[in-house]
């Protein structure tokens, strides 16, 4: 796009003659990525500046660097040896031949060249924000077998990875920067797809990664503890989780769970038409005639216009409120309640999230996400409601996160599972016995022993199991990698189990 299209009505001072006709190739704000002929926003970091990035972007490419405005001496990118030139203040060359525009709010500024130069794909598309600390995704799955059945097509962003049907991409956050965004959703314009599907995290609501998605609908889930590190506290964490429903415009739906106390909190202020879904309390969907059983859950949706019956493969009353959510999403769509049932039917597993392996042994062996207390306890409990058999849980907490909620996962643990091995999960820069050693303060009882190395671990819980016991294994779910201070191992449960249970004595 030509430099002078881009930034028209934008960016008021005048181009120099030479740049008015440039065609921008790319736009950037990661001096990392290519960008040949591209344009550069250098913006400023928690623990950096992002001029100091400059010369980096310039040697990949970039001949278009917009800065904050300040005195020119101030925005002379580090290690750049040809000195700006003194070209009056908001627009200057370099003698690298690129241009300089300042401008007063960088991010601002990005975010309006981003969606122009993307074509404003947010408003060709319908997008889906999940929010929430637990079941996001799981909902986008849910929400994308149920567009399926309906024999429509969606991309999904989320925690597991990024995927447009059968084209699956790795997944670098849970939400993508607004950059990425934005090229996301042009792909999905381009490719005639229908739905976006998005899990939105605090950490990208708080950042403005979201801003410029025109999102249809918002979905929430519950909040509990988590990402406290973040935050601060809980009222801080739901003040970045209701921004996807504050900016929702009202045309939008915003579809609430009712049974949370955050959810009854978030309806007053949702601008947009509601849904409410909730298995305890009054709401607009429902369930009841729930049976849990270790093959899958029975029960009964009920909505304004009726009933309908679903069996699920899914475990637990936490994956009851996610279809319900998935199932109020798709009424809001005006799909027929027999393809939001063919869609949530149709789906059998979601990576990593109460996924069952199978094994000769007579074990049920149970991989899980969970890395928070509310989390631990929600699988913990929808095991014990089908099951009066022993369970062995496998399980760590991360490093460089929430201290807090460390005893209370020990306390979860020691109270809902018969024994535990408690061990590392992604210790990061922090000593993984440390860690250990925060979580066994939440244990009164002596039914855990300790053990750093994780594959270890969870080969002592599959040595210790029986016939017809349980072993979940928690925390790292979908994964396939352990951090650790000073590298990043390969760490796939799925590969790990198949080979200690062949192994097992």
Aim: proline share 3%; with cysteine; hydrophobic share 35%.
């Amino acid at each position: 796009m030509r430099l002078s299209k881009l930034i028209n009505g934008i960016y008021t001072k005048s181009l120099p003659v030479s740049f008015e006709d440039f065609d921008v190739s790319t736009i950037s704000c990661d001096s990392r990525e290519e960008q040949k002929n591209g344009l550069f926003v250098a913006l400023a970091g928690a623990q950096f500046k992002g001029e100091d990035f400059i010369k980096d972007a310039m040697d990949k490419g970039a001949k278009v660097i917009v800065v904050a405005s300040r005195h020119p001496e101030a925005v002379r990118p580090k290690d750049l040896k040809t000195p700006l030139d003194s070209s009056p203040l908001g627009l200057r060359m370099t003698t690298d031949n690129a241009c300089v525009l300042e401008v007063d709010d960088p991010k601002y500024f990005l975010y309006c060249i981003g969606q122009r130069f993307y074509g404003n794909p947010s408003d060709k598309i319908k997008s889906v924000g999940v929010t929430g600390t637990n079941g996001k995704t799981t909902i986008t799955y849910l929400i994308e077998s149920i567009i399926h059945a309906a024999f429509k097509r969606c991309g999904v962003i989320g925690t597991v990875n990024y995927r447009i049907g059968e084209k699956i991409l790795p997944s670098k956050n849970t939400t993508p920067g607004f950059l990425d965004n934005q090229r996301f959703l042009a792909q999905l314009v381009g490719w005639g797809v229908d739905y976006s599907v998005m899990e939105a995290s605090s950490h990208a609501l708080d950042q403005g990664r979201l801003e410029g998605v025109n999102f249809s609908a918002g979905i929430f889930t519950n909040l509990t503890q988590d990402h406290l590190d973040y935050h601060k506290d809980m009222e801080a964490y739901f003040g970045a989780k209701s921004l996807l429903f504050k900016n929702l415009s009202s045309t939008a739906v915003s579809i609430v769970n009712v049974d949370d106390e955050y959810g009854r909190r978030l309806r007053p202020i949702c601008q947009s038409h509601s849904f409410t879904y909730a298995i305890d309390s009054p709401a607009d969907v429902r369930a009841q005639n729930i049976n849990y059983h270790l093959s899958g859950t029975y029960f009964e949706i009920i909505f304004p216009e009726g009933a309908i019956k679903v069996h699920t493969r899914f475990i637990g009353k936490h994956n009851v409120y996610n279809i319900l959510a998935a199932f109020a999403w798709g009424l809001s769509e005006d799909f027929s309640p027999e393809i939001i049932r063919q869609g949530i039917e149709n789906l059998s597993h979601v990576p990593g999230r109460l996924e069952g392996l199978e094994n000769d042994k007579g074990i049920f062996i149970f991989i899980d996400y969970a890395h928070t207390e509310d989390g631990l306890v929600n699988v913990l409990k929808s095991l014990r409601a089908v099951t009066l058999m022993k369970i062995i849980l496998v399980f760590g907490c991360g490093g460089d996160r929430d201290r807090t909620k460390r005893p209370k996962m020990g306390r979860a643990a020691c109270e809902l599972a018969d024994y535990s091995f408690v061990t590392s999960d992604n210790p990061r820069s922090e000593d993984p016995q440390a860690i250990i050693d925060e979580v066994i303060t939440g244990f009164t009882k002596e039914n855990y022993e300790t053990c750093v190395d994780r594959k270890e671990a969870i080969g002592r819980a599959l040595k210790l199991a029986q016939r017809d016991q349980i072993v979940l294994i928690a925390g790292k779910g979908h994964e396939d990698y352990q951090v650790f201070k000073d590298r990043t191992i390969s760490f796939n449960e799925r590969e790990i189990v198949k080979d200690l249970i062949n192994t097992r004595c």
